[in-house]
């Protein structure tokens, strides 16, 4: 398979990174079907896609009117029937071994053959989720950043079994959307960004919890003294900080105690309102 027999996708997932990829591949010019275990999850999902359309139309960033890229977007719950008849998955569930390795076992059954099953995964191994398939050389990582309507980057990794007509696949299809892809052709832990960036988030958690800096002195100093767009918590607060929490569990990393406790409060960053910043009653993340 080529670029070229790509023209129906799937999104597995319809939170951040799921409705926001599903939104990038729609503007491209794809049919995509995005898919959540629940209805409610999906129509929220559609719904942020709605919004930032309209955000990107008013700032002429896209060519088309956003109902004609919203004509191009279905919805769906039923896995069998989101995927039954797509050239490529790129599944954004949660990150969890179990999980994925479940869904990818239905894939196997659901997909057409010459499917490409490509994971959105922050830091799970590619090898092992694609051991839950019968066609492991179809299993790829296609790691976006969030948002993805506005980060450029896609990571694309290689699996012990991925061929490179697979991988080559993804990486013409991901410059389609007008992304730039990077091969990661080791299936590390974190692939490279995470890899770089998790000691960075962990380090200013680790000052913090010891009462070193505050938090908004240590994104202060990112941001002023390093030029960083945001720092460590306001971008935890923007991924979730959940997120985080679980990839540092799944790869047995030792948790800052600042982390543990905003988990163990619910307050996950932007999603709920309030994560290391409060964004309904306080002042977000202003630091100056
Ligand atoms: N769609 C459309 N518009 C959006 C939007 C979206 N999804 N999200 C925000 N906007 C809008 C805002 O509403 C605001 O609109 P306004 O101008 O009308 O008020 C505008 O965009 C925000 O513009 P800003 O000037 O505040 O911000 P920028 O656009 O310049 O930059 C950013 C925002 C791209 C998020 C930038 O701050 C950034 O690059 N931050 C770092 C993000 C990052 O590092 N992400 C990677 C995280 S790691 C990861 O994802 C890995 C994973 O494995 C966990």
Same mark, same amino acid.
């Given at each position: 398979m080529s670029v070229d027999d790509i023209e129906r996708v799937a999104v597995l997932g319809a939170g951040n990174m799921g409705h926001g990829i599903t939104e990038v591949v729609a503007i491209a010019g794809y049919d995509v079907v995005m898919r959540d275990i629940e209805q409610e999850i999906v129509d929220e999902g559609y719904e942020d896609i709605q919004w930032s359309l309209e955000k990107l139309s008013e700032k002429g960033?896209? =060519?088309?009117?956003a109902d004609d890229v919203m004509a191009r977007i279905d919805t769906e719950v039923d896995l069998e029937t989101a995927v039954e008849d797509v050239d490529l998955v790129i599944e954004a569930a949660p990150e969890q071994m179990e999980l994925k390795k479940e869904i990818y076992g239905e894939l196997t059954d659901f997909t057409p053959e010459d499917a490409i099953l490509a994971s959105n995964t922050s830091s799970l191994s590619i090898t092992e989720i694609a051991?839950?398939? =019968?066609?492991?050389?179809k299993v790829v990582g296609m790691h976006f950043f969030n948002p993805p309507v506005k980060m450029d980057l896609v990571e694309v990794i290689y699996g012990e079994e991925t061929s490179d007509e697979t991988a080559e696949t993804v990486y013409d299809f991901v410059e389609s959307i007008d992304k730039t892809p990077i091969y990661v052709r080791k299936d590390v832990n974190g692939f490279v960004v995470n890899s770089v960036l998790g000691p960075f988030g962990d380090e200013a958690g680790w000052m913090v919890s010891a009462d070193e800096a505050t938090i908004r002195e240590a994104d202060a100093t990112m941001v002023h003294?390093?030029?960083?767009?945001?720092?460590p918590f306001e971008l935890g607060d923007l991924t979730g900080i959940d997120i985080g929490y679980h990839v540092r569990k799944e790869a047995g990393k030792p948790v800052p105690p600042i982390v543990e406790e905003k988990v163990e409060a619910d307050e996950l960053g932007q999603k709920t309102g309030?994560?290391?910043?409060?964004?309904e009653d306080g002042d977000g993340a202003d630091y100056g």
């Open positions: 960033l896209v =060519d088309e009117d051991t839950a398939t =019968d066609k492991p050389d003294e390093r030029g960083y767009p945001m720092g309030k994560g290391y910043y409060d964004y």
